[in-house]
């Protein structure tokens, strides 16, 4: 009798438990954001006895992820291809772009394709993994580093004339540490073949779509000296792409300025934002040896004034410079002092730099109605090739910058003008389709300091 008892209450207990299960299979399941990554040059075609080496987490310095077990270098170049972008882009799930990620000979290889014609492949690759994403009406983003921002910059130009090209507020994109945009820029002109590697110049593409161009100051792909004469500073951008170049891509929107904004006329606006150097990348190695703090900051504040005549952007009277592979601007007196600006001596403050625009020489207009505007630190598109003004006084650089008729600078119906005409715009979301959060604003200090600066980096975004 007792056990007839019992079975009622079991029977009832294992509906329940299976309503429980059905239901859970018939709760709407929360997808993340697809996240496809474009990686840089890699190891792909290495001879299999470096690939294996144990030192691929040198490929994770400054990411968090450069401690722990050895790791090969073909697993650390795959390990750092699943974090581009994954703080840019939080909560998205990665999907790596696979393709030969080479640049010629100098991928150590024979069979090692060019990089136009790698960057051909990964191109196509990419639009299969975009359309593909987005088929179903789901925001994607797209992040690439260094090579792979050339990937991307091909595929803007391609979906600006795709007719099946997904919508705008469906795509957001970011480029990180790409040298389009800085060595190729300061020393090729558009339509440069360089032979070995493969390479042809390009300019940023105009597009539809919201782009994020992020790099690190002083890094030699992405942000070159354009007075190669000065050996300090070419020292110094050599050590910073050590340091910083692949971590770049694994940034945080809290640690960096925005720097500059451009609309074209297809709607897309490119946002450029800059990672500061407190300390010149050059000090790092007695930073870590321990030196002490006073002695590295010493030196800092000796050191910083060579490395940026190095800059044209931060010393414009100190002598000709390069951009787009021309050698610009009169010689400097002889006997005449480096100008340099106070904010640009401060070496314990985030350095917002930027990049002067070169002469009217060079890429054509757009049809966007062109204002004057103070332009802080960073690149934008195809701003490279027009006269900044400067202020004799303040040794401000005021470059003409484009917007869209009716829009604030740099904005698409949600800009701040307290911050356009401050000069530095707080970072905003990568786009209209990445809605699940917004950016962290730049921290003050880092916008209070590009502001001091009052010049702009103007370019288009190798390797």
Do not use: C
């Not at 829009?407 to 949600?414: A, C, D, I």
């Not at 003008?417 to 905003?428: I, N, S």
């Amino acid at each position: 009798m007792r056990l007839l008892r019992l079975l009622p209450v079991a029977a009832i207990a294992g509906v329940i438990s299976a309503m429980i299960v059905v239901g859970s299979d018939w709760a709407p399941q929360v997808q993340a954001q697809t996240r496809i990554t474009v990686p840089g040059a890699g190891p792909l075609y290495y001879p299999n006895l470096i690939a294996q080496l144990p030192l691929g987490r040198l490929y994770l310095l400054g990411t968090g992820e450069e401690g722990g077990a050895p790791l090969s270098v073909l697993q650390g170049y795959d390990a750092l291809n699943h974090m581009i972008g994954e703080n840019w882009f939080p909560g998205s799930t990665a999907q790596v772009v696979n393709y030969p990620a080479s640049i010629g000979l100098l991928s150590f290889g024979l069979a090692a394709p060019g990089t136009d014609a790698g960057v051909a492949m990964g191109r196509g690759s990419l639009d299969d993994q975009i359309k593909n994403a987005a088929a179903y009406g789901d925001p994607v983003a797209i992040a690439g580093l260094s090579e792979g921002t050339l990937v991307i910059n091909r595929e803007l130009e391609h979906l600006a004339t795709d007719p099946n090209a997904p919508s705008a507020d469906l795509l957001s994109f970011a480029m990180f540490a790409g040298p389009e945009l800085g060595l190729a820029h300061t020393y090729l002109p558009v339509g440069t073949t360089v032979p070995l590697i493969d390479y042809t110049a390009h300019d940023l593409a105009d597009s539809q779509y919201d782009v994020s161009v992020v790099f690190h100051q002083y890094d030699v792909w992405a942000d070159p000296p354009d007075r190669p004469w000065n050996l300090l500073a070419v020292a110094n951008s050599l050590v910073a792409t050590l340091y910083f170049h692949n971590n770049t891509a694994t940034v945080v929107p809290s640690d960096v300025a925005e720097v500059s904004s451009v609309t074209s006329d297809l709607g897309g606006t490119t946002t450029t934002y800059i990672i500061p150097s407190s300390t010149l990348p050059l000090l790092k190695p007695l930073q870590q040896l321990g030196v002490p703090t006073k002695i590295v900051d010493a030196m800092d504040s000796t050191l910083k004034p060579i490395v940026d005549a190095g800059y044209s952007r931060l010393t414009p009277n100190a002598g000709p410079y390069f951009s787009q592979g021309r050698l610009l601007g009169p010689p400097a007196p002889f006997g005449t002092p480096t100008d340099i600006p106070k904010s640009a001596q401060d070496s314990k403050k985030a350095r917002a730099v930027v990049d002067s625009a070169p002469a009217g020489q060079g890429a054509p207009e757009r049809s966007a109605t062109p204002e004057t505007t103070d332009v802080p630190t960073g690149s934008t598109a195809n701003d490279g090739d027009r006269q900044p003004e400067i202020d004799t006084a303040t040794h401000a650089v005021r470059t003409p910058t484009r917007t869209t008729p009716g829009r604030p600078v740099g904005t698409r119906g949600h800009g701040s003008p307290k911050h356009v005409a401050e000069g530095v715009r707080k970072p905003t979301r990568p786009s209209r389709a990445a809605t699940a959060h917004r950016r962290p604003a730049a921290r003050s200090h880092l916008a209070a300091h590009a502001r001091s600066l009052g010049s702009s980096r103007t370019g288009s975004p190798v390797k």
